[in-house]
């Protein structure tokens, strides 16, 4: 009854929107002044989705496609499942990417990732929409601390899709 009533607001509202969970799995380098130069575990599970998918969807307004995105993140000799938040944009049209972009907070530095799913064409589809390119820097610095590629593996293919829900 409680999730009917949350609907019926979200509708008089008009502020229908939805959330998915995604994992994103992989390696990470550290650059030579952050750590050795071997590969390591990375991993980033967010919850991603609009608030309003009429603004969401709405090519003239400034959401067009921008989500908010929250979850944790894992690298590997900095980080265990350290709370993340940021945005998730799909450019589809103007970039040809999806552009992952969060930051956390880890032994007292606060740093920002940025990964990008590149090259998004129809063709092309289970490897754009499945390999995310990242850099990780200090965000205070600037500093580049590790290079990333990660996977959406598309055996948690039915997990993410089942995880669509109303928000």
């Known amino acids: 009854m409680e999730r009917i009533e949350k609907i019926r607001k979200m509708i008089s509202e008009k502020k229908i929107g939805f959330t998915m969970d995604e994992v994103m799995t992989g390696t990470h380098r550290f650059e ?5 130069d071997r590969e390591r575990f990375m991993e980033f599970r967010v919850t991603w ?3 309003s998918i009429s603004r969401f969807a709405n090519p003239f307004g400034g959401d067009f496609m921008k989500n908010k995105l929250e979850g944790t993140v894992t690298i590997d000799g900095l980080c265990h499942n350290a709370p993340c938040k940021g945005t998730l944009e799909l450019n589809y049209f103007s970039e040809a990417r999806i552009r992952y972009t969060f930051d956390f907070e880890a032994g007292g530095v606060t740093y920002r990732f940025v990964g990008e799913k590149v090259n998004i064409k129809p063709w092309n589809l289970p490897f754009s929409h499945t390999t995310c390119f990242g850099v990780l820097k200090e965000s205070e610095s600037g500093k580049l601390v590790s290079k990333s590629v990660t996977f959406f ?3 948690t293919t039915l997990a993410f899709l089942a995880s669509f829900r109303l928000a």
């Not at 030579?32 to 050795?36: I, V």
Request: hydrophobic share 20%.
């Open 32 to 36: 030579p002044q952050f750590g050795d």
């Open 49 to 51: 989705g609009p608030e």
């Open 153 to 155: 593996r598309l055996k």
